[in-house]
C-alpha cells in the first residue's frame, strides 16, 4: 500500500510540474594577452622583485579564472547543493533547514524528489528516500508478489508494471536500493515499450539515470540544480532546473499519510498553485494559494488568518485552510512563502491542526 500511495504521490508532481516552467576558451586567452600586456608595461616601470611579484598575481588570476570556467562546463561541479541528506536527515545549508530523523518513528518518511522529461515528452519522476535494506528486501515487502529483478550496467533494480492514471499507455515503477537509501522512478512507457527498452534508453540515449564516480560531497545523497546525486549507491539521477522538493511526511501504520512538510523550489517563489496568477509579493502568493484550493470546493471549508513565521535562515509569510467531510475531521493544508527565497513550504494536516504543530517543531 505504501508504494501504491508513493506513486501516485509522484504521479501528481509530475504533472503539477508540467504546468511551471562567445567561447569560454576564447575569453581565456584574451585574459592571458592582457596579463601579458600589464606584465609587458611594469617591466619597463618596475624593479625586478615587483615584475616578479606581479607575475605570481597575474599567473594566480589566470588559474582562478580558468578553473571558474571548468566548474561551469562540469555541470554538477557548479552546482549549489540545495538538500542533502546525512544519518541525522534532511538538510539545507542555503535555508538554514534541518528535518532531523527519529530512528525510533517508523511513520517518519524522508525524500528528495525531481522529474525529468523524455525524448517522447512523457515526464519520469524520481524520489530518494532513506531504506535500511537491499534491493531484495525492497521487492519482498513492496506489498505485491509481482516485483521483479533486473540489472543495467552492472546494477540490480527491481520494478512492476501498473496502469498509468493520466494515459493510455503503462507506466513501471523502478527502484535502486541499498547502503541505507532507495531511489524509485516511475516512467511512463511509450507504446508496446518495455521496461528494458525504457531503461536502456534512459541509462544509455538520454543518460538521465547512471552510474557516477565524482561527488560534490561526503554524505548518503544530495540534490543539485542538475539532480539527486547517491554516493552511496555510485549513482546519479539528473532532473530539470525546476520543480525540486524535499519532503517529510508521517504515516499511519495503515498507509495514510498524517502529515507532511514539502519544500519546493518555484520560479519566482511562486507555487505552480497559481504560478498563472498576478502575484504581486509572497503574502498575496499565499492569501490566492488558498483562495484557489477552496475554490469549487463541496466541502465544509475554513479560511484562516495570514501570519509570519522564521523557518531557518528567512521569514516567511503562511496561511491556510481547513475543511470537513465524511472522510476527515478537521483536515488543513498551509502555504508559507518568503521575499528572500523561491523555496516555498507546504504543511499537510489532519486531527484538527494538532499535527501541524508537530510539523512545524520539527524543524530546526
Given at each position: 500500500?505504501?508504494?501504491?500511495?508513493?506513486?501516485?504521490?509522484?504521479?501528481?508532481?509530475?504533472?503539477?510540474?508540467?504546468?511551471?516552467?562567445?567561447?569560454?576558451?576564447?575569453?581565456?586567452?584574451?585574459?592571458?594577452?592582457?596579463?601579458?600586456?600589464?606584465?609587458?608595461?611594469?617591466?619597463?616601470?618596475?624593479?625586478?622583485?615587483?615584475?616578479?611579484?606581479?607575475?605570481?598575481?597575474?599567473?594566480?588570476?589566470?588559474?582562478?579564472?580558468?578553473?571558474?570556467?571548468?566548474?561551469?562546463?562540469?555541470?554538477?561541479?557548479?552546482?549549489?547543493?540545495?538538500?542533502?541528506?546525512?544519518?541525522?536527515?534532511?538538510?539545507?545549508?542555503?535555508?538554514?533547514?534541518?528535518?532531523?530523523?527519529?530512528?525510533?518513528?517508523?511513520?517518519?518518511?524522508?525524500?528528495?524528489s525531481?522529474?525529468?522529461a523524455?525524448?517522447?515528452?512523457?515526464?519520469?519522476?524520481?524520489?530518494?528516500?532513506?531504506?535500511?535494506?537491499?534491493?531484495?528486501?525492497?521487492?519482498?515487502?513492496?506489498?505485491?508478489?509481482?516485483?521483479?529483478?533486473?540489472?543495467?550496467?552492472?546494477?540490480?533494480?527491481?520494478?512492476?508494471?501498473?496502469?498509468?492514471?493520466?494515459?493510455?499507455?503503462?507506466?513501471?515503477?523502478?527502484?535502486?536500493?541499498?547502503?541505507?537509501?532507495?531511489?524509485?522512478?516511475v516512467?511512463?512507457?511509450?507504446?508496446?515499450?518495455?521496461v528494458?527498452?525504457?531503461?536502456?534508453?534512459?541509462?544509455?540515449?538520454?543518460?538521465?539515470?547512471?552510474?557516477?564516480?565524482?561527488?560534490?560531497?561526503?554524505?548518503?545523497?544530495?540534490?543539485?540544480?542538475?539532480?539527486?546525486?547517491?554516493?552511496?549507491?555510485?549513482?546519479?539521477?539528473?532532473?530539470?532546473?525546476?520543480?525540486?522538493?524535499?519532503?517529510?511526511?508521517?504515516?499511519?501504520?495503515?498507509?495514510?499519510?498524517?502529515?507532511?512538510?514539502?519544500?519546493?523550489?518555484?520560479?519566482?517563489?511562486?507555487?505552480?498553485l497559481?504560478?498563472?496568477?498576478?502575484?504581486?509579493?509572497?503574502?498575496?502568493?499565499?492569501?490566492?494559494?488558498?483562495?484557489?484550493?477552496?475554490?469549487?470546493?463541496?466541502?465544509?471549508t475554513?479560511?484562516?488568518?495570514?501570519?509570519?513565521?522564521?523557518?531557518?535562515?528567512?521569514?516567511?509569510?503562511?496561511?491556510?485552510?481547513?475543511?470537513?467531510?465524511?472522510?476527515?475531521?478537521?483536515?488543513?493544508?498551509?502555504?508559507?512563502?518568503?521575499?528572500?527565497?523561491?523555496?516555498t513550504?507546504?504543511?499537510?494536516?489532519?486531527?484538527?491542526?494538532?499535527?501541524?504543530?508537530?510539523?512545524?517543531?520539527?524543524?530546526?
Amino acid at each position: 500500500m505504501r508504494r501504491k500511495l508513493l506513486i501516485v504521490s509522484m504521479l501528481v508532481f509530475a504533472m503539477m510540474g508540467l504546468t511551471s516552467c562567445g567561447s569560454k576558451s576564447a575569453d581565456a586567452d584574451e585574459s592571458v594577452q592582457t596579463v601579458e600586456t600589464v606584465q609587458s608595461v611594469d617591466e619597463e616601470e618596475s624593479s625586478s622583485d615587483e615584475i616578479e611579484q606581479q607575475s605570481e598575481t597575474a599567473a594566480d588570476e589566470v588559474s582562478t579564472e580558468l578553473e571558474t570556467e571548468e566548474a561551469e562546463e562540469s555541470g554538477q561541479d557548479g552546482s549549489e547543493v540545495m538538500w542533502y541528506m546525512d544519518s541525522e536527515g534532511m538538510k539545507s545549508d542555503e535555508l538554514g533547514i534541518v528535518m532531523r530523523k527519529n530512528p525510533d518513528d517508523e511513520e517518519q518518511v524522508f525524500g528528495l524528489s525531481g522529474f525529468f522529461a523524455r525524448k517522447t515528452y512523457d515526464t519520469v519522476s524520481v524520489e530518494c528516500n532513506y531504506y535500511n535494506g537491499n534491493i531484495d528486501t525492497y521487492a519482498y515487502i513492496s506489498g505485491t508478489n509481482d516485483m521483479q529483478k533486473t540489472s543495467i550496467g552492472g546494477v540490480e533494480y527491481a520494478y512492476t508494471y501498473y496502469d498509468n492514471y493520466y494515459s493510455n499507455n503503462d507506466s513501471v515503477y523502478v527502484v535502486f536500493a541499498g547502503n541505507g537509501i532507495a531511489v524509485s522512478a516511475v516512467i511512463p512507457l511509450a507504446e508496446n515499450e518495455t521496461v528494458e527498452e525504457a531503461m536502456n534508453c534512459i541509462w544509455n540515449d538520454e543518460q538521465r539515470i547512471g552510474l557516477c564516480d565524482e561527488f560534490e560531497m561526503d554524505c548518503m545523497a544530495y540534490m543539485t540544480d542538475d539532480g539527486i546525486y547517491c554516493p552511496v549507491l555510485g549513482m546519479k539521477f539528473l532532473a530539470d532546473s525546476t520543480n525540486k522538493r524535499a519532503i517529510c511526511r508521517r504515516e499511519s501504520a495503515q498507509d495514510e499519510v498524517h502529515e507532511s512538510i514539502k519544500f519546493e523550489y518555484c520560479y519566482k517563489g511562486i507555487p505552480s498553485l497559481v504560478f498563472n496568477e498576478n502575484v504581486q509579493d509572497a503574502k498575496d502568493a499565499v492569501e490566492k494559494c488558498v483562495k484557489f484550493a477552496m475554490k469549487g470546493s463541496e466541502d465544509s471549508t475554513s479560511a484562516g488568518e495570514t501570519e509570519t513565521r522564521n523557518f531557518g535562515k528567512y521569514t516567511y509569510y503562511g496561511k491556510g485552510y481547513t475543511w470537513i467531510n465524511e472522510y476527515s475531521f478537521g483536515d488543513g493544508t498551509k502555504y508559507f512563502c518568503s521575499d528572500d527565497t523561491e523555496w516555498t513550504i507546504e504543511f499537510s494536516y489532519d486531527n484538527g491542526g494538532e499535527n501541524y504543530i508537530d510539523c512545524i517543531e520539527s524543524l530546526e
